[in-house]
């Protein structure tokens, strides 16, 4: 058994059953050995950041590792955007990158760069094997990295040779640490602010589920006010399930809905800060005379924290929600209020979510409160180009569930070739392309940071209409039908044949 054959054979034991691909010549090995590991799922993308984003939404949804398969350097660095999302969301995730045998490395064959260096800011665990004996013992300590402390992104570069070089077979699953429990003091510390006070509670991270949501609930009905962060990674929603509100994106209105607390509780987040730094704007959102208690982080239990944090205060049950009408049918013109009306009154039971609808986000989550049960995944880094294929992993995860993705015309550009990967797999997502061919958040934000005049040369590095893009064609061409409508009774006829018709859609919604 050879390196690479191992280091498949002890991710496969470990649970990994799915690599979200793009191999070249230094991973020969790898993709030789998918044929030796069939409970390895190859799931081939067409560029790096494709299969980093399809890892995270797969992470987000089945909370099992994928692994990705990457080309030294350079694509790990095309992978870069995507894996910085999944660090930020952590996202348990096990990067496997190819790179140059230990005796050619440092000749500066043309593929040569410091793999490692690329790797750092985006991973919570990092090495590199040494020799094929170690490569597999290296994988478990990769695997159990991805996997503790709620999860993570472990990097394990892999020289060619370790691969190709005979190993001693797979290594033994290596046990994960679990979550850091909460101490009773800093419980007893959070019970004490919230009843001494105005008080607000911010969920992150695991606390955006079920499991904390419950409890959250329970610690609403107190008379707490509980947020949760802006993005949270996967945020359980609709249905008759407790609604935190949203802390908004904008600086003016984060800081609204924190102001005139005494306390804010943080459970599995930190403390919350500005997306950008803005001239004259706080870069911390809560108040300067909040005191804020960190319960939890996103390493920590968060669940358990709100579970005993409800019982100190001796929260009765949480009352029973009833979820917010949901939008008529629009008819008439194709805009971002009757595309956001549409969404919300069509939104499948179980559905996943996934939201890369930037200026349309806030509008979209507002129109799908009353929607069934689904899950809501959100850029966690900022970077975008996350949304295409982020909705594949998802998909990948749950062959059963529907999966809308809202996607803005703009951001869909970075990874459009998901559509291909997405096709291929038969995958049933349903995109939904938001065409208003225009960079139209910078727009905004040029005068917010205080950016003067607005010149033609200025304005065309935010305007993408021109040439117009036609996203339904480039679908088509990929293998997704793809269609383009214009007014909102369109949109409801397209929407309803792609949510009835397996497999994956695009629909251009030009607004
Ligand atoms: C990797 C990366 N590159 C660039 C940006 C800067 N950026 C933020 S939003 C945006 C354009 C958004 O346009 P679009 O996706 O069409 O959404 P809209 O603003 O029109 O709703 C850009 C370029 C970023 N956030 N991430
Ligand atoms: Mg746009």
């Given at each position: ?6 280091v498949?054979?002890?991710?496969a034991?470990?649970?990994v059953?799915?690599?979200f ?6 991973e ?11 409970e ?6 067409l560029?790096e950041?494709?299969?980093?984003a ?9 909370q ?9 350097g350079?694509?790990?660095g095309n ?13 348990p995730?096990?990067?496997l990158?190819?790179?140059?045998a ?5 000749l500066?064959?043309?593929l040569?760069?410091d793999?490692?260096g ?5 991973s ?5 094997a040494r ?9 478990a300590?990769?695997l ?6 709620g999860?993570?992104v472990?990097?394990l ?6 691969g190709?070089?005979?190993s ?7 046990a994960?640490l679990?979550r850091a429990p909460v101490?009773?003091?800093a ?6 602010a ?7 509670l911010l ?11 419950r ?13 949760h962060?802006t993005?949270?990674?996967?945020l359980?929603r609709?249905?008759?399930r407790?609604r935190?509100?949203p802390l908004?994106?904008?600086?003016e209105?984060a ?12 459970a ?6 500005a997306?950008f730094?803005y ?9 300067p005379?909040?005191a804020v208690?960190a319960l939890?982080?996103?390493e920590e ?6 579970e005993?944090?409800a019982?100190a205060?001796d929260?009765?049950g ?7 009408p949901?939008?008529?049918?629009p008819?008439?013109?194709?805009t ?11 939104l499948?039971d ?14 979209f989550?507002e ?8 899950d809501?995944?959100?850029l966690?880094?900022?970077a ?5 294929p ?6 990948v995860?749950?062959p ?12 869909a550009m ?12 038969g995958?049933?997502v ?8 225009s960079?139209?958040i ?24 021109r040439?117009?893009?036609?996203f ?6 990929m293998?997704?039908?793809g269609r383009?409508?214009?007014?909102a009774?369109?949109?409801v006829?397209?929407?309803?044949e ?5 497999g994956p859609?695009?629909i251009?919604?030009?607004?």
């Open positions: 058994v050879n390196g690479a054959e191992s498949l054979r002890t991710l034991a470990g649970g059953q799915v690599c691909a793009n191999p070249g010549t230094s020969m090995h790898l993709v030789a050995a998918m044929d030796r590991v069939p390895m799922r190859g799931v081939l993308t560029f950041g494709v299969a980093s399809a890892a995270d939404g797969y992470a987000r949804i089945a099992i590792p994928a692994a990705t398969l990457l080309h030294l350079p694509g790990l992978a870069f955007a995507n894996a910085h999302n999944a660090y930020k969301a952590r996202s995730m096990v990067n990158v190819g790179d140059h230990v005796l050619h490395k440092p500066g064959a043309p040569t760069s793999v490692e690329i790797a750092r800011p985006v919570h665990w990092l090495a590199t020799d094929a004996r170690s490569a597999a013992t290296d994988a300590a990769a159990a990295a991805a996997r503790s402390r999860g993570g472990a990097t570069v892999l020289p060619a040779d370790a190709w070089d005979e001693a077979g797979p290594a033994a699953p290596v994960p679990p101490p009773a003091e419980v007893e510390r959070a019970a004490a919230l009843r001494a006070g105005s008080a607000g969920l992150g991270g695991i606390a955006c589920q079920d499991a904390g949501l409890p959250a609930a329970r610690i609403a009905a107190t008379g707490v006010r509980v947020l962060d993005f949270a990674p996967r359980a609709g249905g008759t407790f935190p509100r908004p994106y904008l600086t209105m800081v609204e809905a924190l102001s005139g607390l005494d306390a804010l509780v943080l599995g987040t930190r403390p919350p800060v997306f730094a001239p004259g704007l706080p870069s911390r959102l809560a108040a005379d909040t208690h939890a982080g996103p239990d968060a669940v358990a924290a709100l005993a944090l019982d205060l929260a009765p949480a009352p029973a929600v009833d979820p917010p949901r939008p008529e049918l008819t008439g013109e194709l971002v209020d009757s595309l956001t009306a549409a969404v919300g009154a069509l499948p179980g559905a996943i979510v996934v939201d890369e609808a930037v200026t349309a986000s806030a509008f989550v129109r799908t409160a009353g929607a069934p049960e689904h809501w995944l959100y966690t880094g900022g975008i180009g996350w949304g295409l982020a909705a594949t992993g998802a998909a995860a749950a059963d569930r529907p999966v809308i993705s809202l996607e803005a015309d703009g951001s970075y990874t459009i070739q998901a559509l291909w990967t997405q096709a291929r797999e995958l049933d349903t995109t939904v392309i938001i065409a208003n061919r960079y139209a910078l727009e905004f934000e040029f005068s917010r940071v205080g950016a003067e005049g607005d010149g033609a040369a200025a304005h065309a590095l935010m305007d993408i209409g040439p117009e893009l036609g339904a064609g480039l679908a088509q061409a293998g997704v039908p383009r409508v214009t007014t009774d369109a949109f006829s397209a929407m309803r792609a949510l009835a018709e397996p859609h695009l251009e919604a030009v607004v």
